[in-house]
């Protein structure tokens, strides 16, 4: 079912809740949701009155026009889009408030809405289609499973190729090259691959690190299907493993599971962490445990909604999480298991399936 007349529908119901009468749209992501255009240079003008309105550049002339079809009037620019922008939104009514994505917009674009001033009321706002994305419809819960798909089928592969004196690099450029022949898009972030003291660093880049027999080897990537994303942590151990490895892959393990069976749309994301931190807290790890347990994915990586101790918010039904709790132990490496979950409405739906043992692997 096409769904992007229920999205802006959405849209403009929500912006004339807030007194808004347009709202100027510089997200890419946000621009994709919405219309379907996934090129890299676009304004999108959505109106309560008139017809959405996007703007691109001659790179996209061919593109926008199957991706968009009827869903905003396209307008090539010759030009800046922003020197198209003033007759794109000739329909707005003079003095009409119209709303700019704060979060998105560079200070030097800013002030050139100071251009129009006099015509329109500019007033900032924040995550406004943010908020509608982070409930999941059909066809995006299908594109996030294909992306967890590939994610999964192209570390399998990698696993197999592991061997010791590989670098880090080197794992993951046989992950991507994996990842690409499976038919990822791309990888939504750069692929952590950290060996042994390293496995330390949340956000390690892969390094010229050589693997080592004994240590823990810990692999955070994803894949993207159609722009949308997986995000998936597994570590292993290389060619042996010794108790105090075991112990503390256990732990993140449990903590894993008690929070991805656990997690319920409702639940504010501070209950959500807690389900996972507490169980790391009690078994005396809970300094080791220095980030939040999720975030968001779709379009982006890293989107709504939050599981970190500070957010209040609840968690909607349809939104698909990360549950990633971790211990770090600086100078000896760390353990992170990273799952996909979908908040249905009956309850978690659980999308990664590799194992989550400690595996051996080299």
């Known amino acids: 079912m ?10 403009r119901a929500s912006l004339a809740e807030s007194g808004y009468d347009a709202l100027l749209v510089t997200s890419l992501p946000n621009i994709r949701y919405l219309t379907g255009f996934s090129g890299s240079n676009a304004l999108l003008v959505v109106a309560a009155e008139s017809a959405s309105v996007l703007l691109t550049d001659f ?11 009827d869903h905003a009037r396209v307008r090539i620019e010759k030009a800046s889009l922003w020197a198209g922008l003033r007759d794109a939104m000739a329909p707005i009514p003079d003095a009409a408030r119209v709303a700019f994505e704060s979060a998105h917009l560079l200070h030097a674009d800013y002030e050139r809405l100071a251009d129009f001033a006099l015509r329109w009321q500019w007033r900032p706002t924040v995550g406004v289609v943010e908020a509608l994305r982070e409930r999941k419809d059909a066809g995006e819960l299908f594109l996030i499973r294909e992306a967890v798909r590939i994610a999964e089928a192209a570390l399998q592969r990698t696993v197999a190729e592991v061997r010791l004196g590989l670098t880090e690099r080197q794992v993951a ?33 892969a390094s010229s690190r050589e693997l080592q027999g004994g240590e823990f080897l810990l692999i955070d ?23 105090e490895m075991q112990e503390i892959h256990d732990i993140v393990r449990e903590a894993n599971l008690s929070a991805s069976g656990g997690v319920r749309a409702g ?14 807290d009690a078994r005396g790890y809970g300094d080791a ?41 600086p100078g000896w490496g760390g353990v992170r ?14 999308l990664t399936s590799f194992p989550r043992e400690l595996m051996v692997i080299g």
């Not at 096409?2 to 849209?11: D, F, K, N, S």
């Not at 790179?59 to 079809?69: K, M, P, S």
């Not at 939040?292 to 698909?320: C, F, Y």
């Open 173 to 205: 450029g046989i992950l991507e090259h994996h990842l690409r022949d499976l038919g990822s898009d791309g990888t939504p972030f750069e692929t952590i691959v950290a060996a042994g003291e390293r496995a330390a660093l949340p956000h390690a880049r």
């Open 2 to 11: 096409e769904r992007r007349p229920q999205r802006l529908g959405a849209l």
């Open 267 to 280: 639940m504010r994301g501070r209950d959500a962490d807690a389900l996972a931190r507490g169980y790391i």
């Open 337 to 350: 298991i990273e799952d996909n979950v979908h908040l249905a409405a009956d309850g978690p739906e659980l």
């Open 59 to 69: 790179r996209y002339a061919a593109q926008v026009g199957d991706e968009v079809g």
């Open 221 to 243: 990537f994803g894949a993207s299907h159609e722009g949308y994303c997986s995000d998936i942590t597994r570590t292993f151990a290389l060619r042996s493993v010794n108790s």
């Open 289 to 329: 445990f220095g980030h939040s347990l999720g975030h968001g994915i779709g379009l982006e990586v890293h989107e709504g909604p939050r599981l970190a101790k500070t957010a209040d918010a609840p968690l909607p039904v349809g939104a698909v999480v990360t549950i990633e709790p971790g211990i770090y132990r």
